[in-house]
């Protein structure tokens, strides 16, 4: 993927087979034997908001395609920073425009990282 050419940035990660879920699964497993949460800060809820050019207001957008924008600044900016590490347990895929009882988005799925067992 080229950073100068971004609409959207995802991770796509394609298991093949039972062998390829295992050893992703074993992986995983040992990832999150060595991630470190600090449980004596105030509980945050973490979100995250990607950049997506679908959602760029110009005046002449009527018909227009879209344009893609250049990430290889911020790319480059921040390659080396470190973003600190936290303990994933869950990741949710949300509705846009929406929120359920307790206010945050409204999840379509919920993806537990927990591994059984």
Same mark, same amino acid.
């Given at each position: &993927?080229?950073? *100068? $050419?971004?609409?959207?940035?995802?991770?796509? &990660?394609?298991? &093949?087979?039972?062998? *390829?879920?295992?050893?992703?699964?074993?992986?995983?497993? *040992?990832? =999150?034997? =060595?991630?470190?949460?600090?449980?004596?800060?105030?509980?945050? !809820?973490?979100?995250? @908001?990607?950049?997506?050019? =679908?959602?760029? !207001? @110009?005046?002449?957008?009527?018909?227009? =395609? $879209? *344009? @893609?924008?250049?990430?290889?600044?911020?790319?480059?900016?921040? !390659?080396?920073?470190?973003?600190?590490?936290?303990?994933?347990?869950?990741?949710?895929?949300?509705?846009?425009?929406?929120?359920?009882?307790?206010?945050?988005?409204?999840? @379509?799925?919920?993806?537990?990282?927990? &591994?059984?067992?």
């Amino acid at each position: &993927m080229r950073a *100068e $050419r971004l609409h959207l940035t995802v991770g796509v &990660m394609s298991l &093949m087979d039972n062998e *390829e879920r295992l050893v992703a699964s074993k992986l995983l497993g *040992e990832a =999150k034997d =060595k991630i470190i949460l600090n449980h004596n800060r105030d509980h945050v !809820k973490l979100h995250v @908001t990607l950049i997506n050019s =679908k959602y760029r !207001k @110009t005046s002449d957008d009527a018909g227009k =395609k $879209r *344009e @893609t924008f250049d990430g290889s600044e911020i790319l480059q900016r921040f !390659k080396d920073f470190d973003f600190g590490v936290v303990e994933l347990n869950q990741i949710h895929l949300s509705q846009r425009d929406s929120a359920g009882d307790d206010g945050y988005y409204q999840p @379509t799925c919920v993806v537990s990282l927990v &591994m059984q067992g």
